[in-house]
């Protein structure tokens, strides 16, 4: 053989030559340790990709091509699995190389059915004149909420039965986070009787 191939001859039979580098982009180190410090010790299973998804989107509120690189061999997944999930929900932003990213703060505004029918896209049309710069407003399919319509959800906040005044007022009092219902937890549903028939059930 004249030529240096890409693949070698053995015994007759074609090998391959071993790859110099992974598949796909190199991680950048950068992003490799900024990872590593975000995830911790979180589980790395593929089960949990969503999970660590939603820690990069809420610590950087988008994800970068670079982080996608750096998940990608963190959990040992392939970067297109990683992107491929992180594009099919609106809640992730992604941001390639070059694009810009989006502003800190998102109100997501749903337009599906319900909420279109309590006006939503009302809602949409006085947020996207109403709120102030850095404020990005986006139109979401289904939140969930279809019984408090219209919803919007300002960072991480639900606001149900939406206007623009209450949407306008968590934006200015910066309430991007929610607020947990109160609940009863599991030690002091069973002391209080929890689950006694189901008890009474398996023993029988
Ligand atoms: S239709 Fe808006 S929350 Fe379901």
């Known amino acids: 053989m004249s030529k240096q191939s890409a693949s070698v001859m053995t015994e007759g039979r074609k ?17 490799f ?32 091509s670079a982080h996608v690189v750096a998940l990608a061999r963190i959990m040992k997944m392939s970067q ?25 703060l998102t109100v997501r505004v749903c337009e ?8 939503a896209h009302g809602l949409i049309d006085l947020l996207e004149t109403g709120l102030a710069d850095g404020v990005r407003v986006q139109k979401v ?28 007022a968590a934006v200015a009092e910066n309430n991007i986070v929610p607020i947990a219902p109160e609940c009863v937890d599991y030690v002091a549903y069973q002391a209080a009787g929890g689950y006694a028939t189901y008890q009474q059930c398996i023993k029988r």
């Open 112 to 119: 599906s059915l319900t909420c279109e029918m309590k006006g």
């Open 141 to 168: 399919p289904c939140v969930g909420r279809c019984d408090k319509a219209p919803v919007a959800i300002v960072g991480m906040n639900p606001i149900d039965h939406a206007d623009s005044s209450s949407v306008a």
């Open 15 to 31: 090998l391959k030559r071993p790859r110099a580098f992974s598949k796909g982009r190199q991680v950048e180190q950068p992003a």
């Open 33 to 64: 340790t900024e990872m590593q410090a975000l995830l911790g010790d979180a589980p790395l299973d593929t089960d949990f990709l969503i999970e660590n998804l939603h820690k990069i989107q809420d610590a950087y509120q988008h994800i970068s």
């Open 80 to 104: 297109a699995e990683i992107y491929e999930v992180a594009t099919f929900y609106h809640h992730f932003d992604v941001v390639k190389e070059g694009e810009t990213p989006p502003p800190p």
